[in-house]
T-cell receptor, first 110, second 115 residues
Framework: DQQVKQNSPSLSVQEGRISILNCDYT??????FLWYKKYPAEGPTFLIS?????DKNEDGRFTVFLNKSAKHLSLHIVPSQPGDSAVYFC??????????FGTGTSLTVI | DGGITQSPKYLFRKEGQNVTLSCEQN?????MYWYRQDPGQGLRLIYY???????QKGDIAEGYSVSREKKESFPLTVTSAQKNPTAFYLC??????????????FGPGTRLTVL
C-alpha cells in the first residue's frame, strides 16, 4: 500500500509562473519530509526538507508547506525556470529512518 | 570531489545469472541504501546498512543480497531468484540512519536489463 502519494503524474507551467507540486501521505507518524528532483538516467538530488514541528520551510525559489491535519505536503517553485523541468519526488519518514517515496510528478516548464 | 559512484551505468545480463551492482561513497557516511525504481512507481527500498558488517531488509529484499565489509562500499547482488530484475537501481548514503537533517544522497543509478 502506497503510504506516500503524488496524484499528479505530470504538470506543465509557463516560465516565470509558480509551480505547485502536491504530495499526500497516510501515516500520521511521519515527521520528516524531503523533496528530491530527478533528471532522466540520473540519481535524485536533494532539494528541501521539512520536519513536522514546522509548517513552512523556504530555500531560495523553493518553499515547502506542510499541513499535518490534512496529511498534505506541497512544494512551491517561484518563479519557475526551464531548468526546473524534471521529475520531483516527495519522501516521508518517521524520525529520519526508512523513507517512503511518492511516484513522482514530472514538471515541464515551457 | 565527494560523492557516490555506481557502476556500470547500463548492465545487461541473461536470465538466470546473478549480477552484482557496485556502489562506492567517499562522503564518510555511515548509512547506505539500495532502492529500485520501476516506471510509474516511487523508489522502493531493497536493503539498507547503518554500519559496517550490518544490514537490514527493506520492503522488497527477496531475490537480492548485499554485503557491507567496508564503510565506503555497499554492493548489491541481484540473484536469479529475483523474478523481475529489470529496473533502475539507485544507491544512496546518509550521514547516519535516522535523526534530523538526514538527507540521503544518491548515486547516478544503474539500469539493469535482463534478457
Amino acid at each position: 500500500d502506497q503510504q506516500v502519494k503524488q496524484n499528479s503524474p505530470s504538470l506543465s507551467v509557463q516560465e516565470g509562473r509558480i509551480s505547485i507540486l502536491n504530495c499526500d501521505y497516510t501515516n500520521s507518524m511521519f515527521d520528516y519530509f524531503l523533496w528530491y528532483k530527478k533528471y532522466p538516467a540520473e540519481g535524485p538530488t536533494f532539494l528541501i526538507s521539512i520536519s513536522s514541528i514546522k509548517d513552512k520551510n523556504e530555500d531560495g525559489r523553493f518553499t515547502v508547506f506542510l499541513n499535518k491535519s490534512a496529511k498534505h505536503l506541497s512544494l512551491h517553485i517561484v518563479p519557475s525556470q526551464p531548468g526546473d523541468s524534471a521529475v520531483y519526488f516527495c519522501a516521508a519518514s518517521v524520525g529520519g529512518n526508512q523513507f517512503y517515496f511518492g511516484t513522482g510528478t514530472s514538471l515541464t516548464v515551457i | 570531489d565527494g560523492g557516490i559512484t555506481q557502476s556500470p551505468k547500463y548492465l545487461f545480463r541473461k536470465e538466470g545469472q546473478n549480477v552484482t551492482l557496485s556502489c562506492e561513497q567517499n562522503l564518510n557516511h555511515d548509512a547506505m541504501y539500495w532502492y529500485r525504481q520501476d516506471p510509474g512507481q516511487g523508489l522502493r527500498l531493497i536493503y539498507y546498512s547503518q554500519i559496517v558488517n550490518d544490514f537490514q531488509k527493506g520492503d522488497i529484499a527477496e531475490g537480492y543480497s548485499v554485503s557491507r565489509e567496508k564503510k565506503e562500499s555497499f554492493p548489491l547482488t541481484v540473484t536469479s531468484a529475483q523474478k523481475n530484475p529489470t529496473a533502475f537501481y539507485l544507491c544512496a548514503s546518509s550521514f547516519r540512519q535516522g535523526g534530523p537533517y538526514n538527507e540521503q544522497f544518491f548515486g547516478p543509478g544503474t539500469r539493469l536489463t535482463v534478457l
